[in-house]
């Protein structure tokens, strides 16, 4: 790789951090991660809590890591090891994060919310990408640690770039709306996500509301219009920015007029800037046409046309961990159920909120017909003093939606105990006792809606789901 093809020349690492550097070398990418790292990364050696990336600094290097940024030098590494010294990694990693923001020309569009960030977040890259070079942060990386990488990948002929950023602690979005410096600030939503660690949810607001700080000048704030918190939301946009909000209230500047949704998709249609646009997503709900909603903002905002945007946006099918539809086959036959050896597993195993929960259930609802409707719920995690309450809150929904409830951990026990007797698959203390049960539970026809907080592991459900019921191919719609 010649040096000043790279994404980091050796110069630029060393002024971007102002670390030494033991040998000149370039780097291709960043990797804080050895099972992921690609040839010619440079890996970035944070501390976390379980582990410090310093222990990994000679595997990254045995994988042909380009160098490795350090506060200190491992024992046992050759003289000749690349190594790029700092005072702190996870400063490093901003400071690099900065640097690469500051020589960018890409539009850059920062999404943040309650809900819908990530598949928001996809939405527009999927719009953006027809329209030029675009860079998006990989998974779920919205953190401290996450943004930075993000900025610090991003090519410098990128047309475009979309951040996401997210919090689940007071003051955790000023300083990487500061890093991200947006064009357009997207807020989805303000629900009661991570309420245990906020007062109320002005409080919540409050803090998504620090992203419309770090706006550029002659930027354009993007709200929804549906949330009782519009005007407090809207009190934080900078002079000089445009606020543009999206929703289905008829005063929304995006609004939608229609969201027709069955089992594999929902049909929308919406205005933006005056021009009525009419799409099919492959993904249910009406949670998805409004997250569809803001990401169509969001591209208008940064100069797409409505009709590019929506017709770019078209087609676009739920992600693994938040609503993904795939076909698992079930060996064997179950009296009484479907012929046919299959069942359909909708993947909602990333996170849960009570607003995100009562979603999916709607999206299970529209799939009565020939199977068993089949929710397996784990805890929703960081919702403080009302944690109780708002899981024994989900029993109507469930009620209505699931002809068949498995749950695990203790706040779940609560609503499998409030869920009617015919209701009640099984209850087990957490995701690994109860994944097992679920498994051989499945019978042809069955749709099975796995959710729950990332803390309660509901993604080994999935995993058991598909190691037992080998995948017998995708539906697309």
């Not at 929304?252 to 997503?281: C, K, M, P, Y």
Request: hydrophobic share 50%; glycine share 10%; charged share 15%.
């Amino acid at each position: 790789m010649h040096v000043m093809s790279a994404l980091w020349p050796a110069s630029a690492l060393a002024e971007a951090t102002g670390g030494m550097l033991t040998t000149q070398f370039a780097a291709a990418g960043l990797s804080i991660d050895t099972r992921t790292l690609r040839p010619a990364d440079l890996f970035v050696a944070l501390a976390g809590e379980r582990r410090d990336g310093h222990e990994f600094v000679a595997a990254a290097l045995e994988r042909a890591a380009a160098g490795a940024m350090v506060s200190r030098i491992p024992p046992g590494l050759p003289a000749s090891a690349p190594l790029l010294l700092v005072d702190d990694t996870l400063a490093g990693l901003a400071r690099l994060g900065a640097f690469a923001r500051s020589r960018a020309t890409a539009s850059v569009a920062a999404i943040t919310g309650s809900v819908g960030k990530t598949t928001t977040k996809e939405m527009l890259r999927r719009i953006l990408a027809a329209a030029g070079p675009t860079h998006a942060a990989r998974a779920s990386y919205n953190n401290q640690w996450g943004l930075p990488l993000t900025l610090a990948e991003l090519p410098p002929a990128a047309a475009f770039a979309i951040l996401e950023i997210g919090t689940n602690h007071p003051g955790e979005i000023l300083p990487l709306a500061a890093l991200a410096r947006p064009h357009v600030a997207t807020i989805t939503a303000i629900t009661g996500a991570h309420i245990g660690f906020f007062s109320d949810l002005a409080a919540i607001a409050d803090e998504k509301a620090a992203l419309l700080s770090a706006l550029e000048p002659g930027g354009a704030a993007i709200l929804p219009a549906d949330s009782p918190l519009l005007s407090r939301l809207a009190a934080r946009v900078p002079p000089g920015c445009r606020t543009i909000t999206f929703g289905e209230s008829p005063e929304a500047d995006a609004r939608l007029l229609a969201a027709e949704t069955d089992r594999a998709g929902t049909e929308i249609t919406a205005t933006l800037s005056g021009q009525t646009v009419r799409l099919r997503l492959d993904a249910p709900g009406r949670h998805m046409a409004l997250d569809a909603l803001a990401a169509l903002a969001t591209a208008v905002a940064l100069g797409l046309s409505p009709h590019d945007a929506a017709a770019a946006l078209a087609g676009f099918a739920a992600l693994a961990g938040r609503g993904a539809r795939t076909i698992i086959a079930v060996p064997g036959a179950v009296p009484g159920a479907v012929p046919g050896g299959e069942a359909i597993l909708l993947d909602e195993s990333y996170n849960a909120s009570p607003a995100a929960v009562a979603a999916a259930l709607s999206v299970l609802a529209l799939n009565s017909g020939s199977g068993r409707r089949i929710a397996v719920l784990g805890d929703m995690l960081e919702l403080g003093s009302s944690a109780t309450a708002e899981h024994e809150a989900l029993a109507p929904a469930v009620a209505r939606s699931a002809d068949l409830l498995f749950a695990c951990g203790p706040l779940m026990r609560r609503l499998f105990d409030l869920t009617p007797a015919h209701l009640r698959g099984a209850y087990a203390a957490d995701s690994d006792a109860l994944a097992p049960i679920v498994a051989a539970a499945i019978a042809p026809g069955d749709v099975v809606l796995v959710k729950g907080s990332l803390g309660s592991r509901m993604r080994r459900i999935v995993a058991a789901l598909e190691n037992a019921h080998r995948p017998a191919g995708g539906e697309g719609g």
